[in-house]
């Protein structure tokens, strides 16, 4: 047997992690599967059942059936947008209308009760002067010492036969003197009585006595009428129901005066004649309204508070406990898989070409991942500057930077991928990689597309940070393919699944650069390419991801970089502060952030579990389900399948980027991030595990969320009538304060919480920049997101020179043959590599036997020797056609002409360099002898991962 570790040595398959789905045959990446009949399926098909295919074929533009099927859910999520809306609308104006009118409303709110303690409460303000002799009792009706006439009520002739709508109660003994006061007005003017300012009387139900009954909420005094009369007329059906009620102590007679429509039309007569009153009790109706809306408020209002103290006590005594440096108790030292099969391994990668020092025992090992697209150089420049300067061991950092397509940005004099390459020292042992073939986010054809990997050190300072740069991919693939080659790498690392090339190529480079094998690193942070870090955010964070192993994402605080460019920037100013100091700081609480934003954030890759470890961002779920193309964002995909685990702000983290300056810019950034937001809330809300119970639960607050998202539009338009009618309401009690209130607290304690977490009066100004924007924001930006949920292109934000229309990830090109992609496990690559290797090492010594030089190993020559090895393993299959395709697609060469600049004319070989890899070897053994370099000192090529150290 040879011993462990030398050449000849045979490489034992191990595992890393075990999964249930070992013994399976692994699934395609993106597999296209047939849309099953939901029931939102079939929602969307019925409330669009007005426009067949056809139609939208012919006169939509939307030929295929996936475009059409993303109009019918657009048109049916605008639907119950509208549907929500419309209950948003009814509760808050038309609900008090419907159970509460205004004429109600207003009787109960300006009664004047007759059991009042006041002893004028009968006679308001009156000197009596009348020749009438009788005490004066608070609560007492004096129409009965009044001739009053006949209102105009009572002289339809249909109720002219019933004797109480025509009766004169003066004419006989009606208990107050016949009406000694003579005619109403005049008794008035003559007693110095003064009027209720047409202030309704109110009654209670104690209220009403002996000779009083109650009809539809009436007070009726009738007890002149029957002391006049004395009994009931026979056959006089208005008479029966009055004495019936009197005789049987009825308080609420309602009932007995409904029967006929003459007793309907009567009924109107008496209250006319002998109303003395109304019940000053609320209507249930009334009642119900009131209730909902205290409730309403409580609720509301309990909310915001409670967000607003949540918020303050996270970011004052919470987040400064998570961003301290660890105690060593909490720092768990570094360690390897043993069971890895690459463990105790030496693959010939050779050292890294700087030193390698000594890390902090707390500092994890993290991959710092900026992508870019159409950015210039010095915004790539400032960001790689900013993160390769944080006060964070360059032996545990490594910088990974991935352009995504090889395209020019717009008044850049270059292509992104020449401008990220320029920015770094090469490594001549990997100085001209060759492309190798993955996976990407893409339909159809455009699945499968191929990568250059470039190795070598970004320097700034006295900072020297291994840098890998995946570049010269064709194609925009957007920012998840960029991420997907990260996760998917890891993923398979971590789980040693089969790898595609591009992947086993950044095994091999990123051992070689930092001189530790990739598994061992624990945390991934994301940036985007205009986004420039703070110096101690780095270190902040990841004394978070030590200090609480629940944490599984992260990010900090954003602030704009570009605030007084434009109106545009500045209304953004306060909308980043608030979204991040108040709603991300009391989702904090819960551990439950929804949404980390994509140009600062943080996420574990794996978690160490006792003596094991459990992928988080490395899980094959969460790295299936994001790599679809549809609209999946990660955060809901973390909280999604780790509900248990945290997603955290940390305010102390700083970043600044640059926001659009533009509006047309602005609205298409805020109609994708407006579309993610409702799509990710819908599918956070059914997530039932999340912490919390009933109102302050986290799944609680996410319907808020939706429910608020969905009704902005009719939100500003509500908030502008609640301030009219706040300006013409006549407050006369508490209650009538409380929307005011509601509306005060809302706008203005943001301004609190300005002060006690900044103490920054200038973001009170620009509050104020802010509030004058709530039309934009509530409105326009909301509207024009809805009616565009089927667009899931980037839009203006990502626009190139000379690019047309982006079609969005969904523009496929013909079907995808998975075959055409190799897959391998790690030693399967290592193992073909090392034979390549003895194989050519035989070669050369067979060469320089026959022309009598001295023969030396094969690794005397390792820049030539690496680039031979990247040919072995990239292809199993001829991929010859492969940038012919991407050329007709992507436009204009832009590859060959790419490649061209990139090789110094080496692309007259195209056929062979980048599509057939075993053509490239035949290409390259023909140009040795010319290559040949004098003999120089064999590299010492590192004992694996356990040397380390």
């Known amino acids: 047997m040879p011993i462990r570790g030398e050449r000849g040595a045979t490489l034992r398959r191990g595992r890393t992690m075990v999964r249930t789905d070992r013994t399976q045959a692994a699934e395609p990446m993106i597999k296209k599967e047939k849309r099953q009949m939901t029931p939102w399926v079939i929602y969307s098909k019925i409330i669009t059942f007005w426009a067949p295919a056809i139609l939208l074929t012919k006169l939509g533009g939307m030929p295929e059936a996936g475009m059409q099927q993303a109009w019918r859910e657009k048109i049916a999520l605008v639907s119950l947008i509208i549907l929500v809306c419309g209950i948003v609308v009814y509760l808050t104006i038309f609900l008090t209308m419907t159970f509460c009118p205004e004429s109600v409303s207003k009787t109960q709110s300006n009664i004047f009760q007759v059991n009042s303690t006041d002893k004028t409460a009968g006679v308001i303000g009156a000197t009596w002067r009348g020749s009438i002799d009788f005490s004066i009792t608070a609560g007492m009706d004096m129409t009965p010492y009044f001739s009053v006439p006949l209102p105009n009520e009572c002289m339809s002739d249909k109720i002219k036969e019933f004797r109480a709508s025509q009766y004169d109660v003066c004419s006989g003994d009606n208990g107050s003197g016949n009406c000694p006061l003579g005619n109403v007005d005049n008794g008035i003017e003559n007693n110095n009585l003064k009027s209720l300012d047409d202030r309704p009387i109110g009654y209670d139900w104690s209220d009403v006595g002996s000779g009083y009954f109650v009809i539809n909420g009436n007070v009726l005094n009738l007890t002149p009428y029957l002391m006049s009369v004395g009994r009931e007329a026979s056959g006089d059906m208005l008479d029966e129901a009055i004495f019936a009620a009197a005789n049987n102590g009825l308080v609420d007679a309602s009932l007995l005066f409904q029967r006929t429509a003459k007793m309907k039309a009567a009924t109107v007569c008496l209250i006319a004649r002998f109303g003395a009153g109304q019940l000053a009790k609320d209507t249930p109706g009334c009642f119900a309204v009131n209730l909902f809306n205290y409730i309403a408020l409580i609720i509301i209002g309990g909310i915001v508070l409670s967000r607003f103290i949540m918020a303050v006590i996270f970011q004052y005594f919470l987040s400064w406990q998570l961003v301290r440096r660890p105690p060593r108790s909490k720092v768990r030292p570094l360690s390897y898989n043993a069971a890895a099969p690459w463990a105790g391994k030496k693959p010939q990668t050779g050292a890294a070409a700087g030193k390698i020092g000594k890390g902090d025992d707390d500092e994890l090992y993290t991959i710092m991942l900026v992508t870019c697209y159409s950015e210039g ?326 319907f808020l969320d939706l429910v608020g998202t969905v009704s902005l539009p009719v939100a500003i338009v509500l908030t502008y009538i609640l301030i009219v009618r706040a300006c013409m309401t006549t407050y006369n009690s508490v209650s009538a304060y409380l929307p005011l209130a509601m509306l005060i607290c809302i706008l203005f304690l943001p301004a609190v919480l ?154 007259q070989q195209g056929g062979a360099q980048y599509g057939n890899y075993d053509g490239y070897a035949d290409q390259y053994q023909q140009q040795q002898p010319q290559q040949q370099q004098p003999q120089q000192p064999a590299r010492q090529h590192p004992g694996g991962p356990r040397d380390y150290r």
Not at 430 to 458: E, I, T, W
Not at 529 to 543: F, G, Q
Not at 797 to 813: C, F, L, Q, Y
Not at 833 to 855: C, V
């Open 377 to 702: 150089e010095e915004s790539i420049r400032g960001t790689c500057d900013s993160l390769c300067g944080t006060t964070f061991s360059d032996s545990h950092k490594l910088l990974f930077i991935v352009a995504d397509g090889i395209i020019k940005g717009s008044g850049n004099d270059r292509s992104t991928p020449d401008i990220c390459i320029d920015l770094i020292e090469q490594e001549e042992s990997f100085r001209d990689p060759q492309p190798c073939s993955y996976l990407a986010v893409a339909a159809g054809s455009k699945q499968h597309n191929m990568a250059k990997v470039y190795c070598g050190h970004y320097v700034v300072g006295e900072h020297r940070t291994p840098c890998l740069i995946d570049a010269a991919k064709p194609g925009n693939r957007g920012k998840r393919d960029s991420q997907m080659i990260l996760m998917n790498f890891f993923s398979n690392v971590v789980h040693n699944e089969r790898m595609v090339p591009l992947e086993y190529d950044l095994f091999r480079k990123v051992h070689f650069l930092m001189n530790v094998t990739p598994d061992l690193f624990e945390i991934v942070l994301m940036v985007d390419a205009d986004t420039k870090v703070y110096e101690d955010s780095l270190r902040l964070l990841v004394n978070c991801m030590n200090n609480d192993q629940l944490i599984m994402g992260l990010c900090g605080e954003t602030k704009i970089a570009n605030k007084r460019d434009s109106w545009v920037t500045a209304i953004q100013v306060f909308e980043y502060y608030i979204s991040h100091h108040l709603s991300k700081a009391f989702e904090s609480v819960f551990g439950g952030v929804t949404c980390l934003p994509g140009c600062f954030c943080m996420y574990r890759i794996k978690v160490r579990k006792g003596d094991d470890w459990v992928p988080i961002l490395a899980k094959p779920d969460i790295c299936q389900e994001y790599s679809q193309n549809v609209d999946r964002f990660l955060s809901t995909l973390m909280l999604r399948n780790f509900p248990r685990r945290k997603m955290m702000f940390m305010p102390q983290a700083i970043c600044k980027t640059v926001v659009p300056d533009e509006f047309k810019v602005l609205l298409s950034q805020r109609r994708r991030w407006i579309n993610s937001t409702v799509h990710n809330l819908l599918e956070l809300v059914l997530v039932r595990n999340l912490c919390g119970t009933f109102c302050l639960s986290m799944q609680f607050s996410i």
């Open 754 to 907: 300005i002060f006690i977490t900044t103490r920054k009066w200038v973001y009170v100004a620009w509050m104020f920049v802010y509030l004058l924007a709530l039309p934009i924001w509530n409105f326009v930006l909301p509207t024009y997101a809805y009616w565009h949920f089927d667009d899931f292109s980037w839009g203006e934000t990502r626009k190139v020179a000379g690019e047309g229309k982006d079609k969005g990830h969904g523009d496929s090109g013909g079907t995808f043959d998975p075959k055409v992609v190799p897959r391998k496990r790690w030693e399967e690559y290592e193992r073909k590599r090392r034979r390549s290797i003895k194989r050519k090492e035989r070669d050369r010594h067979a060469d320089d036997s026959a022309s009598g030089t001295l023969a030396g190993s094969y690794g005397h020559y390792p820049q030539q020797g690496q680039q031979y090895e990247m040919q072995n393993y990239s292809q199993s299959h001829d991929n010859s056609g492969y940038y012919a395709q991407e050329q007709g697609q992507y436009g204009d060469g832009a590859y060959d002409e790419y490649s061209a600049q990139q090789q110094g004319g080496a692309q």
